[in-house]
């Protein structure tokens, strides 16, 4: 019988030790998209979400974005002073939900800017406004500081637009 020193045996890899080339991964905001590694959500969501609707504003005044009932956010952007996602949540059944991110590509840019959301709709106008959460990853899923609830029962896109105000 052999002794227990001059037996083979098997080195098992530490998962711990494993190599992250991209470092951890990020989420997104939008409904069904996966985990990505690195990049910054403002990045990903140019490069994967491309359908989503990019809408230019000047900062103070109350702009109209045109929603359809199927979008999941909407890029505002405040020229070159800043880009910001209007994200949709309709994860409850009865409604969808409305918040606002401010995109950073770098963690020096931080800033606090302003927000109004209003939703118009036939029986009176819901708004909220506040300050913008400012994100450059998001290393879990997306959890909005405040957010603008909206029933089915009063929304209708054609019928209900979605107004957008924000101040720096």
Same mark, same amino acid.
């Given at each position: 019988?052999k002794?227990?020193?001059s037996m083979?045996?098997?080195?098992?890899?530490?998962?711990?030790?494993?190599?992250?080339?991209a470092?951890?991964?990020?989420?997104?905001?939008?409904?069904g998209?996966?985990?990505?590694?690195g990049?910054?959500?403002?990045?990903?969501i140019?490069?994967?979400?491309?359908?989503?609707?990019?809408?230019?504003?000047?900062?103070?005044?109350?702009?109209p974005?045109?929603?359809r009932h199927?979008?999941?956010?909407?890029?505002? !952007? %405040?020229?070159?002073k800043?880009?910001?996602?209007?994200?949709? $949540?309709?994860? +409850?059944p009865?409604? &969808?939900?409305?918040?606002?991110?401010?995109l950073?590509?770098?963690?020096?840019?931080?800033?606090?800017?302003?927000?109004?959301?209003?939703?118009?709709?036939?029986?009176?106008?819901l708004s909220?406004?506040?300050?913008t959460?400012?994100?450059?990853?998001?290393?879990?899923?997306?959890?909005?500081?405040? !957010? %603008?609830?909206?029933?089915?029962?009063?929304?209708?896109?054609? $019928?209900?637009? +979605?107004?957008?105000? &924000?101040?720096?």
């Amino acid at each position: 019988m052999k002794s227990p020193a001059s037996m083979p045996h098997a080195t098992v890899p530490s998962l711990a030790a494993a190599p992250t080339p991209a470092g951890p991964l990020c989420h997104c905001p939008s409904a069904g998209c996966c985990p990505y590694p690195g990049r910054s959500l403002h990045d990903h969501i140019k490069a994967e979400h491309p359908m989503i609707q990019y809408t230019r504003i000047t900062a103070g005044r109350l702009y109209p974005l045109s929603m359809r009932h199927d979008e999941l956010a909407c890029l505002v !952007s %405040l020229g070159s002073k800043a880009v910001f996602l209007l994200v949709v $949540d309709r994860s +409850v059944p009865s409604g &969808l939900t409305l918040s606002v991110i401010h995109l950073m590509s770098d963690p020096i840019e931080r800033e606090d800017f302003k927000y109004k959301i209003q939703v118009h709709t036939q029986t009176g106008i819901l708004s909220l406004s506040g300050e913008t959460q400012s994100v450059g990853r998001l290393r879990g899923p997306y959890q909005a500081g405040a !957010s %603008l609830f909206v029933s089915d029962t009063m929304w209708s896109p054609p $019928d209900s637009p +979605v107004y957008l105000e &924000l101040k720096c």
